[in-house]
């Protein structure tokens, strides 16, 4: 129903900045939430941040408060994920999950993008 493209991850130096892209097709009328997540190796994946398809409110993880910004553009069906000051800990595959209204979890998955921060 709903299908997502990851993209904009890479390779970044400590202390600089990407910006991760996700674009959504299919039935996009009824998304409700669009969500990065991020998963590192050895570790569980944990939501980074997600926003609200219809009013914009937006949630972060702690650890990511004032470094990361999640924006959404309705008419380009895509969110997008800011990420400054970059740490080596930042490093993981981040997804893009999206949350449709009747549903009570992400259940629609990108296939990931790679972001690699070196010390």
């Known amino acids: 129903q709903v299908q997502l493209k990851e993209s904009g991850g890479g390779l970044v130096q400590a202390g600089g900045s990407l910006r991760l892209s996700c674009a959504a097709s299919g039935r996009t009328s009824s998304i409700s939430r669009l969500g990065w997540f991020r998963q590192a190796p050895g570790k569980e994946r944990e939501r980074v941040a997600s926003?609200?398809?219809?009013?914009?409110?937006?949630y972060y993880v702690d650890s990511v408060k004032g470094r990361f910004t999640i924006s959404r553009d309705n008419a380009k069906n895509t969110v997008y994920l800011q990420m400054n000051s970059l740490k080596p800990e930042d490093t993981a595959v981040y997804f893009c999950?999206?949350?449709?209204?009747?549903?009570?979890?992400?259940?629609?998955w990108g296939q990931g993008t790679q972001v690699t921060v070196s010390s």
């Open positions: 926003i609200s398809w219809t009013d914009g409110t937006t």
């Open positions: 999950g999206v949350r449709m209204v009747l549903a009570g979890q992400y259940n629609y």
